[in-house]
């Protein structure tokens, strides 16, 4: 059994001509691994030119990213800066980049409170004017870009922590009406298109959950056509949801009906780390993509941006930084090994769940409160059919 357990992490570590995501992500049952990325020169305004050839050559892998999501370029601030004037150019950045490279292209984000242009915080709306500005702006942007989103973000975080109603410009002026405005004109301009709720703070069960499974119903109700829900997945190492946490937050989108994307996961973690913060980092990682690649619903896996250096933690988030999967100097952080142990051994038939009813049983699912009591134990040999897993869940 020791040799099991030795076994299991540093195969996860050997790196090997496969250890590719997209690809381990396809093999697993999703549709895609992906990487947002922003406009060469914006990206976090970092300077480093010097790192673009490389950071390049492993974005425009397909079998690493088969996937991506402009960071910044379709957002209101940059799409229409000054009322009716509507500037495409880095949007299109990196949509022309997904489709010269044959990835798979998410769309962020029509409707936001934040990186808003302006002119829409500051003028004085009527609900009448506020609608046709609405209006304006997705019939535009989605029309620039239509037939080429798999899916749209049509509306992001119009939730409070709390399950409410966000209060803004938008809520203030058309209450929820505007979230059925936006989803509607959506589907009318674009409907090949997937449409998305986005949201962050919803990857475990809680009034926030409660208030995004009222939002698809509102809209289902209305007979408004919403076909995702995205959990952002910014996590706080140490601090993220369990594997069985966000497997209990996907199912209950599912069970509206809905497909789920984890479509901007990050795990920030303390600067300078330790060894114990990329251990948990790694944990946090492993048990996010651990959980879409449990639960049919989930599709598919963005990170936000893969490069230390142009990622937008550091930011936002003062003293915390390092949350992606590859340093500064291109190593990659021992996170990427959970990942790829979670697409390759995360398997659905460990986890029996409603998708999958008498699987074998699990792997000791280990979280921060059960670690060194059950996680370091073997898992139990599975029932017919698939072998058992030496635990940990982990790698
Ligand atoms: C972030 C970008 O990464 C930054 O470059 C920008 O300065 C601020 O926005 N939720 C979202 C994303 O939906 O659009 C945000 O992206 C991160 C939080």
């Not at 790192?51 to 425009?60: N, Q, S, T």
């Not at 139990?380 to 698939?386: E, F, M, V």
Request: charged content about 25%; hydrophobic content about 35%.
């Amino acid at each position: 059994m020791r040799t099991q357990l030795f076994a299991l992490p540093l195969l996860a570590a050997l790196p090997s001509a496969s250890a590719h995501l997209h690809k381990e992500a396809q093999k697993a049952g999703l549709m895609y691994f992906g990487a947002a990325t922003d406009t060469p020169g914006q990206r976090e305004r970092a300077g480093k030119e010097e790192a673009y050839p490389r950071y390049d050559r492993i974005l425009a892998d397909n079998k690493m990213f088969g996937q991506t999501t402009p960071t910044n370029g379709q957002k209101w601030l940059f799409t229409e800066p000054e009322q009716g004037l509507f500037n495409y150019t880095e949007g299109d950045i990196t949509t022309d980049l997904a489709r010269e490279q044959g990835k798979i292209l998410r769309c962020h984000a029509l409707v936001w409170h934040s990186q808003l242009a302006p002119w829409v915080e500051e003028a004085t709306w009527t609900a009448e004017n506020l609608t046709a500005a609405i209006t304006s702006h997705v019939e535009h942007v989605a029309g620039h870009w239509k037939g080429q989103c798999y899916a749209w973000d049509v509306v992001n975080e119009a939730l409070e922590e709390d399950g409410s109603w966000r209060e803004s410009v938008f809520y203030k002026v058309l209450g929820d009406e505007y979230i059925k405005l936006a989803f509607r004109l959506a589907a009318e301009i674009d409907p090949d298109a997937k449409l998305y709720y986005n949201d962050y703070n919803i990857e475990r069960p809680g009034p926030k959950v409660d208030g995004v499974i009222r939002l698809v119903k509102m809209l289902q109700d209305e007979g408004i056509r919403i076909d995702g829900v995205g959990m952002q997945a910014h996590f706080t190492a140490s601090e993220a949801p369990t594997l069985d946490e966000q497997i209990a937050a996907i199912e209950s989108y599912a069970e509206t009906g809905v497909e789920v994307a984890l479509t901007e996961l990050d795990v920030r973690i303390p600067v300078p780390y330790t060894d114990e913060d990329l251990a948990q980092q790694k944990e946090d990682y492993t048990n996010a993509v651990g959980a879409c690649v449990q639960v049919p619903a989930c599709i598919g896996v963005t990170l936000w941006d893969f490069y230390d250096p142009f990622s937008w933690v550091p930011d936002f988030f003062p003293g915390e930084g390092a949350a992606l999967l590859w340093f500064d100097d291109f190593k990659k952080h021992p996170a990427y090994h959970g990942v790829m142990y979670a697409l390759r051994n995360g398997t659905r038939p460990h986890h029996p769940h409603p998708g999958h009813p008498g699987g074998p049983p699990p792997p000791p699912h280990c979280d921060k409160k059960k670690k060194g009591k059950g996680c370091d134990k073997p898992g139990k040999p599975g029932k017919p059919g698939k072998p058992g897993k030496p635990g940990p869940w982990y790698a």
